[in-house]
């Protein structure tokens, strides 16, 4: 389920309108997430806060932060290589790791022909002189539609996603960023514990 956690919003469409992300990012990521099992009736809802990192030099996004899950808090590191296409998932009250193989594709860029996503509509956020530029597209994050909406310069200021999960699941959730700085403060952000490492790939399929 943490998989579905990471990274990155209809109306009535345009022509594509290329939008690439700063090749280096940090800022927070929270939203929630709601997972209804097969036959179960009472949804299993999910919240988050992520310090997010991304570098799109070196192929690599970091998430640190809480994960609540049906009342429980977990404090969890995940790293994304897509160079190898293996993603890291520590969880650090457990001192545990598990090494999934990854699939999603690393997306820089929207709105071009490789990525699938379309520009949706040039609009704003809030009003008179406070009001904010955004482009709204839509798009496929980690398996599932997406609708992510950018500011000038193609910030990430938020998305929503919906559809089924490997196991079954209807899944549905949505996120904000905010507090967006450009560049890597740390590069440690991106080191692999050798637990990890060593570590079995587990069957999970990320993405």
Known sequence: MLCLLLLLL?????SHQ?????SQWEGIEAGVMETVQPAAKVPISTKFQYIVSVDYTK?????????VT???TSQIRIIRDFTSKVQYTLDMDANSCTKSLLTEREVSCLGTNGDNSTLIVNTYLGAGTQKIPI???HSTLNGYP??????????PVGASFHGTDEAGNNVIGSLGFSS???GISNNAVFSIPAMCIAAPMANTVVG
């Not at 290329?18 to 700063?22: N, S, V």
């Not at 192929?59 to 994960?67: D, K, Q």
Request: hydrophobic share 35%; aromatic share 8%.
């Open 10 to 14: 209809s109306v009535f469409g345009s």
């Open 18 to 22: 290329q939008c690439c992300f700063p």
């Open 59 to 67: 192929h690599l996004l970091a998430l640190s932060g809480t994960v």
């Open 70 to 72: 049906a009342g429980k």
């Open 135 to 137: 482009s709204v597209y």
């Open 146 to 155: 997406t609708t992510m909406s950018v500011s000038e310069g193609c910030i």
């Open 180 to 182: 967006i700085t450009p």
